[in-house]
T-cell receptor, first 115, second 111 residues
């Protein structure tokens, strides 16, 4: 059973297009995240949702819009794609615990290539 | 803002020990973590340490924490080729949603 799944795994598209990446977790976690990993492997948090509510919204262009229809899903929609959006996008989930360590479970990533 | 820095590359010979270092700036960090990312995959948690501990050992892994200097290290004993990956340190703070990953260290193990 895949804990955190993302679709598609690869996405090649042209500049200016609009695309979506889907994420689902079957762990019963209440918090989900989107990260962007660039070509140098730096990992940058983009968004975080807790119980469908946005709790982290880093400095990300408003062309990126997350949508959480329920606790198990967090989708990422990107409008007017640009070359600089090319990266690997990771979805993650956790059962956030304020007073204990908690693990983030990562999906396999979606490699987005904008041409 | 808070920063978590790591050296970018480390190369060791099979059978040697590897030491991966991490420095952080936020003194309120409660837990510190080490994650491993293999090629083409997401990150996976290896181990973590509570901020009031100095050391934690878990089989071949030893985590050392110097809270005064805000320095965290991961030692891998008897490094194997399967340990070749990118290693990320991370920190979280109790009572907040803050969870910050470091810049990652690419470990290459030479046969």
């Amino acid at each position: 059973d895949t804990a955190v799944s993302q679709t598609p795994k690869y996405l090649v598209t042209q500049m200016g297009n609009d695309k979506s990446i889907k994420c689902e977790q079957n762990l019963g976690h209440d918090t989900m995240y989107w990260y962007k990993q660039d070509s140098k492997k730096f990992l940058k948090i983009m968004f975080s949702y807790n119980n469908k509510e946005l709790i982290i919204n880093e400095t990300v262009p408003n062309r990126f819009s997350p949508k959480s229809p329920d606790k198990a899903h967090l989708n990422l929609h990107i409008n007017s794609l640009e070359l600089g959006d090319s990266a690997v996008y990771f979805c993650a989930s956790s059962q956030e615990r304020r007073t204990a360590p908690y693990e983030q479970y990562f999906g396999p990533g979606t490699r987005l290539t904008v041409t | 803002g808070e920063d978590v820095e790591q050296s970018l590359f480390l190369s060791v010979r099979e059978g040697d020990s590897s030491v991966i270092n991490c420095t952080y700036t936020d003194s309120s960090s409660t837990y510190l973590y080490w994650y491993k990312q293999e090629p083409g995959a997401g990150l996976q948690l290896l181990t973590y340490i509570f901020s009031n501990m100095d050391m934690k050992q878990d089989q071949r892994l030893t985590v050392l924490l110097n809270k005064k200097d805000k320095h965290l290290s991961l030692r891998i004993a008897d490094t194997q080729t399967g340990d070749s990956a990118i290693y990320f340190c991370a920190e979280s703070t109790s009572g907040t949603y803050k969870y910050i990953f470091g810049t990652g260290t690419r470990l290459k193990v030479l046969a």
